[in-house]
Nanobody, 127 residues
Framework: QVQLVESGGDLVQPGGSLRLSCAAS????????IGWIRQAPGKEREGVAC????????YYADSVKGRFTISRDSAKNTVYLQMDSLKPEDTAVYYC????????????????????WGQGTQVTVSS
């Protein structure tokens, strides 16, 4: 059974850092395009960072460029999102998503919507 499980969400002060993890089971993440997509209350989902299966192509939303870093550990079948210089507007539920044949832009723009989703992890940035 294909499963994605996110962890690492927490309450953090503005300017702080968090690292989110997305552990996969039932399939090998190494062959998939993986991304982090967030949804804030009352807002549409936004793809913030996506990485290709070869790790050669990475997409970041303008809102997180220079602050967030996506990476993959194939040995652990896990993808990470390092989030630095967090802002209150980063507050959202963060979902991990995966798709076998797509591009990083398509995954992050959710065109079409990814086949595989995690349950989400809450990130709250507040003083």
């Amino acid at each position: 059974q294909v499963q994605l499980v996110e962890s690492g969400g927490d309450l953090v002060q503005p300017g702080g850092s968090l690292r989110l993890s997305c552990a996969a089971s039932g399939f090998t993440l190494e062959y998939y395009v993986i991304g982090w997509i967030r949804q804030a209350p009352g807002k549409e989902r936004e793809g913030v960072a996506c990485i290709s299966s070869s790790d050669r192509s990475i997409y970041y939303a303008d809102s997180v460029k220079g602050r967030f870093t996506i990476s993959r550990d194939s040995a652990k079948n896990t993808v990470y999102l390092q989030m630095d210089s967090l802002k209150p507007e980063d507050t959202a539920v963060y979902y991990c998503a995966a798709e076998y044949i797509t591009t990083v832009q398509s995954l992050c723009l959710m065109i079409p919507p990814p086949d595989h989703w995690g349950q989400g992890t809450q990130v709250t940035v507040s003083s």
